[in-house]
């Protein structure tokens, strides 16, 4: 056999083999999109809260309780607070206390201290190791180490 002709045996092999490893990889990629894509269950029927109104202050308080309690259960173990799932009427004062409870509930379980929707440094749910730029503890710089950066400008 000739030299070109071992070459071009060579390149048809290789040419071969990395179309079938390019099949392998697009087969791979499709199952495990078709994985992260399916539904993980049936969904979830929406909760219905029924809250009646009336002028003492008791029932306002447990509608309150109620609505924390579900909303730490709905979070569960993730990370990103979820709306109230319950219907109500908006205008009543136990539907209101309820949904405030939904959300601080969830506030305090994720420690978001003022509720704003995200945890902030300087909030009970913050976590060094794993948000924001994962640097713990004091700067480990000295103040020479500073003279030396303003020393090379």
Known sequence: MSRSRVILEQVKAAAA???LLALLVLAVAAAVGAARSAP???PRPAATVTVVADDDQEGTVAAYNAGW?????ALGARRTPTPPDAVGEGRDPGTVAWADGWVDGQADALGDDNRDGIVDEDESGWDCRTMGNRVCGPAACTSGGVALVRGRG
């Not at 309690?69 to 259960?73: E, I, L, P, R």
């Open 17 to 19: 083999l990395a179309g």
């Open 40 to 42: 993980s269950g049936p």
């Open 69 to 73: 309690k579900a909303g730490v259960a």
